[in-house]
């Protein structure tokens, strides 16, 4: 290996430990790997503890929702996050989160998202042929109907 590309890897690891570079997904080997995000939206230092860049992520959906669309594969934890802005919209009366109910669904395009509801997979599936806004509106009443304990929506959509 000639000295340039030595001290070229040396420099890089150094910028990654000292977290002077920005991160797309988890390190290898974490239980979401697969998780990427547009780091045009998130600002996720290299050197962040991945519980931290979790964390990070949930707070930047609880703040902008529409975030939730920039990431692939989200942890069960980013959706949790989602499925809260949606419930307290609806609790606040400020329509159907179409939108987010959007969000939700492209998110599980992916095979790699896990299923935060249980069920919640095969109800998207079933109104796969449906235009956007009717599958919204499905999976809102999905969510309405999903066990209490799971946490999601109690309100009607």
Sequence with gaps: MPLIDTVSDLLSRASRALGLETVDSFPPGHAYARTRWNKAYFDIASDMKPDAIEGTLCEAIANTPLVFGEILNPTPRMQRALLAIIEQRLRRGHGAPLDLA????????????????????????????????????????????????????????
């Design 102 to 157: 959007q969000l939700l669904a492209a998110a599980y395009r992916s095979p790699h998202t896990v299923e935060t509801v249980p069920g919640l997979r095969q109800a998207i599936i079933e109104t796969a042929r449906f235009e956007p806004q009717v599958q919204a509106n499905a999976l809102l009443a999905f969510l309405a109907d999903a066990p209490a304990a799971f946490g999601v929506i109690e309100a009607r959509a």
